[in-house]
């Protein structure tokens, strides 16, 4: 029972960090994901409405998924988590979130080190890629903080 409950929360943590880290980053970052110009062209224009409802659709269900896979893999820890301390916790989370799912993330995007290696010059672009850092470094904050303090 203390799994399924681990993961209930970590999932509810999960999408509620992902939900306010991106609300929160659009404000600031809706040219890399709107119009013709936008810098990730490759993945959905937020603008069109098609593509938009698209997103709308399969949001929740995404990140109710991420959230319990993201879980699943840290059961043979979870009892080691909750005999260290808050800050250890909080450091532990944040390094999980921030390094594991994004900076040292396999998938290349263009504010981490895959993408640094294998992407086109003209999505590295240095104006935009703080936007990008904030957004990932604003969720590890909120899902760190919040595991730490509300799983165990």
Known sequence: MQ????????????????????????????????????????????????????????????????????????????????DISFGARFAFFFGLMFVYTDFAGAVPFPHNIEGWVYMRAQYLRKDRLWKLYFEIIIYSLLFAGLAAWLLF
């Open 3 to 82: 799994f399924i409950w681990f993961s209930l929360w970590f999932t509810l943590i999960h999408i509620g960090a992902y939900i306010l880290a991106g609300l929160l980053a659009f404000r600031i970052s809706r040219d890399l994901y709107n119009g013709q110009q936008r810098l990730l062209d490759f993945i959905t224009d937020m603008a069109e409405g098609g593509e938009s409802t698209r997103v709308k659709k399969l949001f929740l269900p995404a990140q109710l998924l991420r959230g319990v896979l993201m879980s699943l893999v840290l059961y043979p820890v979870v009892s080691l988590l909750g």
